[in-house]
């Protein structure tokens, strides 16, 4: 199996997205049919993609979308509980990793690609995202939300790797949907008296 | 890599998983390391339950399943508690790769069922001494 390509080999007319830095090598190429207006053309589809865009894009922009969620829950659980952060930093790589690798497969200007706004960003989005995700004070039940998040996530990482058409795509989502798995194991292992939060 | 190939793959890992997994339970003490000799017998009997459902798995697809080796190199001498968790942990990791590349090499049920192998063994792992990985299966990144 060639593990160059990471997306389908079809050449889409209008424009080629090539993914770079960590990815290059593993995922040669996004290419994806976008237009100027794709998105403002959201909710076809996919959710974060339009009719036009690449199927392999849109799952691509909806697994970028739950790790960034993944991400920030993961920091603002570290910031509210500082005793924990050296517990979770492993987790705050991974998710930043593939953040990265993902963000480089979406192509800029469909929603959540690599210069669209970024994680921490004034939108309303990110900001009801960041309002609905209240880190408990408890460290136990602080930890059991992230437990909760990596387990959704796993879950959602292993469906859009069995949507995903290309095989080298499904391949890169699987390993990031077993390192999911890992965090919800490794999470499982924290003593939370460890963790004493702000009182 | 064809769907066939990668599920052939799959079993040549699991028949040598199978292999090592016995040999390292019978020198893991029960008395000693009863932790260890649990996790060792049901990584044996997990194996040992893929590798049949791959051979069944090939034949539906009308494929003829690759038969085991006669014997596999352990990767280390394996008589100490150390070796043989290093073994169990290799052996998990090589199970990781060979599951990542057939959910890229596969669709549909086939995909789904590497897919859920291919967690099992990068969880599995942890138990025998691995760090979190961010790209379980995949050495390249």
Known sequence: ?199 | MTPVEAMQAALAGEHAAVYVYGVVGGRVSVSTEPDLWSRVRTAYTLHRGRRDQLVSMLRTAEAEPVASEVSYDLPTPATSTEELTAAALLLEQRCSAVYADMVGSTSGANRQWALEALEDAAVRSLSFGAKPDAFPGIAEL
Not at chain 1, 55 to 62: I, L, R, T
């Open chain 1, 1 to 199: 199996m060639s593990a160059r390509s990471a997306l389908p080999r079809r050449a889409r007319p209008t424009r080629r997205a090539v993914l770079a830095g960590t990815a290059a090598g593993l995922v040669a190429g996004l290419s994806g049919c976008t237009s100027e207006h794709d998105s403002a053309r959201r909710g076809g589809r996919h959710r974060g993609g339009g009719p036009d865009v690449d199927p392999d894009v849109a799952v691509a922009s909806e697994a970028l979308a739950g790790q960034r969620a993944a991400l920030d829950l993961v920091v603002a659980t570290q910031d509210a509980h500082p005793a924990l952060r050296r517990d979770l930093a492993p987790l705050v790589g991974t998710h930043e990793a593939h953040v990265k690798l993902l963000g480089e497969a979406v192509p800029p200007g469909l929603a959540g690609g690599a210069t669209a706004v970024p994680s921490a960003s004034a939108s309303p989005a990110a900001a009801s995202r960041r309002s609905s995700r209240a880190v408990p004070r408890d460290p136990a039940k602080a930890l059991a939300d992230l437990v909760a998040s990596e387990q959704q996530l796993t879950d959602a990482t292993k469906q859009h790797a069995f949507v995903a058409e290309s095989g080298a795509f499904a391949r890169l989502l699987g390993s990031m949907a077993a390192a999911a798995a890992q965090h919800v194991v490794v999470l499982g292992a924290v003593d939370p008296s460890r963790g004493g939060g702000r009182r």
